[in-house]
Each structure stands twice: as C-alpha cells, then as structure tokens.
C-alpha cells in the first residue's frame, strides 16, 4: 500500500477520505462508478431522497470560489439526507490569524462527520485528513493544482457511460495542464482505468515539467494531438494567464488550440467533447462544439450529482467502519 | 563561566585533518588550551581523565548556517536552546544568517548575539552580517563597522539584491575590507512563488516549483562578477548539481570561490516530500537524485569544501499547514554528524574527509586562525563515537525545533563529549 492509499482507506479497503486517486486501484474507482449508476435513477424518480446520511452532519467548507462544484455536493450531500452546513470561509478569515487548523478543529468540536473541502493549496484535503481531523470523512473538492478527484470521477463516468468503457480509448486533454487540478486528477483515474492513450495537448509554458513521468504522451500540435481520439476534454483558461507572459493572447490560444468545429474533425467521427467548467466560449472551444451533439457537457454537470452521491456515501460508511472499530 | 579544569584525554583515535594526524594518542589540556599531545609538559597533573578508547577525538565542528531562532524568533528557538544543541552535536563554532529580527545589519546586533552566546557558553557564536540595510537589497550595509562589530562575512540571506548593479557595489565593497560575501543563489523571478523542485514529484503534487535555473543562473551570475570585482565569494547551500559544475569550472580558472552544502541535500531528494511531508520542505528545495548524486562528488572531490547543518528549528505550527505555507527548513545541528556519517558508510568520502568536510574545510572557508590539535591550540574538540547508535526523536533532540524528516530513524553516531576552550560544554 502507498501512503496515499493508507491515508484514504481503511483495513478493508474502504473508502474513509477521498483526497486524491493516487493509489486507488481499477476495482474501487469501478465501485464508485457503479455506485454512481443507482443514483442516477435516484434523480429521476418524483422525491429525490435516499435516507443513507440521515442524522449526518456535512459542512461544506470552501476556502475558493466555486458555484457549480459547491452546489452539486450540497444537493448530493442532501438527497442523501444529510444536514448540510455550508460555511463561507472567506480570505479574511485567514487575516484574522486563525490558522486553518484551528479554524477546522472548532467545526470538528461541532460534530461535523464530514468535510467537502475546497482549498487554493496543493496538499489542504491531505493535510487535514492526516494532522487536524482524521477522525472526519474529508472529501477533497478541489486543493491548488493538485487534485479534484470527483471531477474526474464525473468524467470517468460520462465517458463510461457514452462509450461503453475504456479499453482502447485515446483521450486528448487539451489546455492549461499546468495549472489544471482537473488534468491530473483525469490522468491519473483514465491511466488507472486503461485508456489504450491518454494524451496532453498545450504549449510548452501550459505544461509542467517531467508530465510525461505521469504516463501520457506530449503534443504541442492540436491536430496531432486529436488525431484519432475518441475524447477530447477542454480546460478551462483563466485570463490571468496573459498576465504572467505564458500566452500573448486569447486570440492566439484560441487559434492553435481552440476547440472548433474544423479541429474537432481531426478526432473520430464519434468522438465526445468534455468540459470541466465554467466555459470561455471562443477561447478555449467554439460555441457551436460546446453546444454541439458531440457535446456532453451538459450531461457531466448532471452526472456531477450521482458521482459526488457515490463518494460521500461509500466515505461515510468507510470512515464508520474504521470509527466503530477503533472505539 | 565554570573553571577550567586540567584534562588528559586517552586512548582516542585522534583525527586531526589540520595537521593530518590519525593516530591513537592522549591530549593534554590546561587553561582552555592544549598543552600536551602525546607526552604530557613537565609536571602535569590532570584533574580528570577522560577514557576515549574506542573513540574518535577531533577538532571541534565548524557550522557554516545555523538559526538560533534568537533574536526576533524565540517561538522557533533561543540562543541558549541552539547553542546548546550545537554543543551536543560537537559544534562549538557557528554562523548564525543575518535574517534574524532585528536584522544583523548594524554592530549593536552582532554584540547582542555574540554576547549572548558568551553568556550561555556553549559554542562560540559569528553572526554573518546582512549585506545591504534591511536585507533589503538597495543600500549597502555598514560592513566595515560589521566587520569591526567581529563579522567575518557578509550574506543577504535568500533575500535579492534590487539589480545586478547593486551587487557589483555590494561586492567591490566587500572586498575593500576582505569581507567574504556569502551566497544563497537564487534568482528571485524564477523562484518566486514555488517551495519544490521542478520535476516529476511537484508536477504530480501540484506544487508550484523552483527550476534548478534559478539557481544556476545565479551562481553564474555572482561568478562574472566576483571576478571582476576581486570579492572571496562563497556559496552557501547550493542544492544543485550543475551549480557544483560551474563553481569547479570556476575554480579551474583560478577563481578564488568555496561553497557548502546541507547535509540533507546529500540525504534527501524530492522523493522525501512525497505525500506533502512538510518536514521536508527546505529551502533550497530539496533536488533529484541526480543532483543528490552530483553534490556528493563534489564534496568528495573538494568543490565543496564543507558540510553545514543549515539547522532551522521551527515551532510545531510553522509545520503545520498545507506544504506550501509551512516555513522551510529541518532541525539539524544533532544530527549532524550522524548524517555524515552515512556518507562514509555509504562509500562517498572516507572518515577522514568527512571529517575534514566539518572543520578545516569552513575554517578555511571563514579564514579562522585554528591550529587544529597541536600544542598551544585552542581545545575546541568533539569526542564521539563513530559506531554507537540512538533514535532521532522529540525526545532525544535538545534543539526547540524537533523539525526534521529523521525522526524515528536510528542512527550510528553519537558525540560523547564537547570541548570549548578546554570546557566541557556537552557530556553523554
């Protein structure tokens, strides 16, 4: 076992946090898939409730800004029948000296069972589940550039879903990879799931160093990348990136690797697009791909629900487990 | 201060690399200094005699970088706290940074320091001075009135220098007085922001990163210019493998330049801050195994002439964030000789040189007037044993900062007597 998984799971291999999906295997990302498919039905039906976190406490606790992803965890959380707690911690909460450990050990003081934590610093959701509240289900919500593994879990499941699986897959993720917790999070859950290629597709200051130690393979070219893929995932480009010399413009990013309707040619004919959100329309994809029948966009968002159902009820019931056993 | 006893110690192994001597034989020592190798003087009569069979005798450890947390950090450590692990690694001279608060920027701070540690007594304490006022990379500091203060060297700390123009006025300064200038190479833009090495371990973490460039680009940098300027340039820590390559390419030349590296540099990589192990967030960033493997030769072979602890003690909270916002740096001056020690197990440098790596190789670097162990020489000396071992741990480190990636490890290696001017500062 890598410490990783050591930190996430509990003896029997159960889920007990959910931080990252280094060192989860192909079986429990497979779980959480099929745990996912019954609660997709679950939104379907006229009450949208199951009773599985009845009597839990879920605190949400974005230390960033998110809607989307906010959102989807506390419907989750909810349909669920959790209580939900959703605590606006603000930059100023940091200004007024609070360390983040103090901050979380108070919430933990008010029986919260679980923690959806989303944080600006790489390493937040591990350092919380290994030095402040082991003892709460942390569910990592996004942490710096580091991971957002319900995201990709999301992914995983809209491609499952539309392309039946992942054996023989090429999948070309296209964008900002250097800043995108979304990238490394997908690379590591497709490689587990074993895509026949994942693929990175940026120019060189979009890429970290040594990306290629993480199993995919490197192009600088949007028609060589998209050659033959059967998914094309775009980032996101935050604007802030003119501003520290990495891109001249948005016009030239969008022309070399923008998303349209001619690039997407040089993917399979049935090829999906994915998008992580929220959407730049005409920097990083075209208008008419995003809402395109390629497009699952859409789909992801409402997948997004099911999955994050998934993980807080497969975390919940590991970390019980592991706390009625060491009592 | 405790009265000075009369000593003999015996039956050691004496390791001397600034006479060269390795021989079993007894040291004599009367009034802070050593009046006897071998043969006691006429008439002598020890007060105590201490049995060193089995033991290696050696000159006193010299730390280039230590933080003493005092003055301005006292939450991280004291003078006394410090020096006292000092003594108990065998170091009984150090240099202190000038980034303390205040600032070592003006003579009042050096007395401050250096008194302080006069009063604890347990390692002779040089503060290196700030370069410029403030650390603040405009003005030049007051450096002949540092020097006269008792600095031998001047530093701005990680702290960059405005423009290159600066530094050129900072060095042909320095080098009016013969001040050594004290480098931590580090270009300030390509650094800024990131806590890990650029490669694969902070590219998975998602840490922003520190190219080797901006350290390289830096060495190059102070080499163009100390030759134009005539400064006794010295690296501190430099962490990667082509900076070792570029200062022995300087050397070649003629250049007059030392550099020192951390110990955990030679011990660690990037590897170690795998999971966001906040105890192995260092400054320089901990490097690849390649570096690793470079700065090891270049100790060897004598690029690097010393080893330092760039011991930074740090209170429990400063570890205790996500990685990126703990403060950087290991607790380091216990474990300093059984972290060289591992060298020579491991074949990169014999006893002797390692040995040589902490005390004549930062002597010279400094320009101190040791004698080693010869008669009339000060008795500063470290008396361990090279084979027994013991358990890093919050227990067994004195240091306030129990801050290092070691705990837990046992190791061989183990001081069992320091000597200042003939006292016994530290005793197993």
């Known amino acids: 076992m890598t410490a990783d998984s050591q930190l996430q799971l509990n003896s029997k291999g159960q889920l007990r946090h959910f931080l990252s999906l280094n060192g989860l295997n192909r079986a429990l990302l497979t779980e959480i898939l099929d745990t996912t498919d019954s609660f997709v039905s679950v939104g379907e039906q006229a009450v949208k409730k199951v009773p599985l976190l009845r009597g839990k406490v879920v605190a949400n606790l974005f230390f960033e800004a998110s809607t989307r992803t906010r959102t989807t965890f506390e419907l989750a959380a909810k349909r669920l029948s959790a209580d939900v707690l959703n605590i606006n911690i603000s930059t100023s909460a940091t200004s007024k000296g609070e360390s983040l450990k103090d901050m979380l050990q108070n919430l933990e003081a008010m029986a919260c069972d679980m923690f959806v934590v989303r944080h600006a610093q790489s390493g937040a959701a591990h350092f919380i589940a290994q030095q402040v509240c082991p003892d709460v289900a942390i569910i990592n919500a996004g942490d710096g550039r580091h991971a957002h593994p319900t995201q990709a879990m999301l992914d995983m499941y809209t491609i499952r879903r539309h392309k039946g699986g992942f054996a023989g897959l090429v999948v070309a993720i296209v964008g900002d990879i250097l800043h995108s917790r979304v990238a490394r999070s997908e690379i590591q859950a497709l490689t587990t799931l074993g895509v026949a290629e994942v693929r990175v597709v940026a120019p060189k200051t979009l890429l970290p160093t040594d990306i290629e130690g993480l199993g995919v393979s490197v192009f600088h070219s949007l028609k060589e990348g998209l050659r033959d893929a059967d998914v094309v995932m775009t980032l996101r480009l935050q604007k802030e990136r003119m501003h520290s010399a990495l891109l001249p413009s948005e016009h030239e990013f969008y022309k070399r690797y923008g998303l349209s309707r001619d690039s997407l040619g040089f993917a399979k004919p049935d090829a999906v697009v994915m998008h992580p959100g929220p959407i730049n329309r005409g920097v990083e994809i075209e208008s008419e791909v995003a809402d395109g029948v390629q497009s699952l966009i859409l789909k992801q968002v409402n997948y997004g629900i099911a999955v994050r159902m998934a993980v807080l009820s497969m975390t919940m019931s590991g970390q019980m487990a592991t706390r009625i056993k060491s009592s | ?428």
Not at chain 2, 61 to 66: P, R, T, V
Not at chain 2, 95 to 124: E, M, N, W, Y
Not at chain 2, 327 to 349: M, Y
Not at chain 2, 365 to 377: N, Y
């Open chain 2, 1 to 428: 201060m405790t009265s000075q006893l009369k000593l003999s110690i015996t039956g050691g192994r004496v390791i001397d690399p600034f006479t060269s001597r390795d021989e079993i034989i007894d040291i004599h020592i009367a009034e802070g200094r050593i009046v006897g190798v071998h043969t006691p003087p006429p008439g002598f009569q020890p007060d105590r005699i201490i049995d060193a069979r089995n033991l290696i005798v050696s000159p006193g450890f010299i730390d280039l970088s230590a933080r003493l947390g005092e003055p301005g950090f006292a939450q991280k450590g004291t003078i006394h706290s410090e020096t006292a692990a000092a003594a108990k690694g065998g170091v009984t001279f150090l240099c202190c940074p000038p980034d303390s608060r205040p600032v070592v920027d003006s003579p009042a701070v050096v007395k401050l320091i250096c008194d302080r540690s006069q009063q604890t007594g347990f390692c002779q304490v040089n503060p290196i001075a700030a370069l410029t006022q403030g650390l603040e990379g405009e003005q030049l500091s007051a450096m002949a009135a540092l020097q006269e203060a008792g600095c031998v060297a001047v530093s701005n700390s990680w702290l960059p220098i405005k423009n290159n123009q600066i530094l050129r006025r900072c060095m042909e300064y320095a080098a009016t007085f013969g001040l050594r200038l004290f480098v931590n190479a580090q270009d300030a833009s390509l650094a800024a922001g990131g806590c890990a090495h650029e490669g694969l371990v902070a590219t998975r973490l998602g840490l922003p990163a520190i190219p080797e460039s901006a350290e390289t680009i830096a060495v190059i940098t102070h080499l163009l210019l100390a030759e134009q300027t005539g400064v006794r340039l010295h690296f501190s820590q430099i962490s990667a493998g082509k900076s070792a390559q570029l200062i022995a390419q300087a050397q070649r030349q003629g250049l007059a330049v030392s550099a020192d590296v951390a110990i955990h540099q030679l011990l660690l990589s990037e590897q170690n801050i795998d999971h966001y192990n906040a105890l192995s967030h260092c400054q320089p960033p901990l490097r690849s195994l390649r570096d690793q493997d470079e700065l090891r030769q270049a100790l060897a072979d004598g690029t690097v002439q010393a080893v330092c602890s760039d011991h930074r003690p740090h209170e429990h909270a400063a570890k205790s964030e996500p990685f990126a916002e703990t403060a950087p740096g290991i607790s380091s001056l216990e474990t300093l000789l059984p972290l060289t020690l591992k060298l020579v197990e491991c074949g990169v440098l014999s006893l002797n040189t390692a040995l040589q790596r902490l005390t004549q190789g930062p002597a010279q670097v400094l320009g101190l007037p040791c004698a080693g162990i010869s008669v009339g020489a000060t008795a500063d000396l470290t008396v361990f044993s090279p084979t027994e071992s013991w358990e890093i741990n919050a227990d067994t480190l004195i240091s306030a900062g129990k801050n290092t990636p070691f705990l837990g490890e046992t190791v061989a290696g183990k001081v069992k007597l320091t000597l200042l001017m003939g006292r016994v500062v530290y005793e197993d």
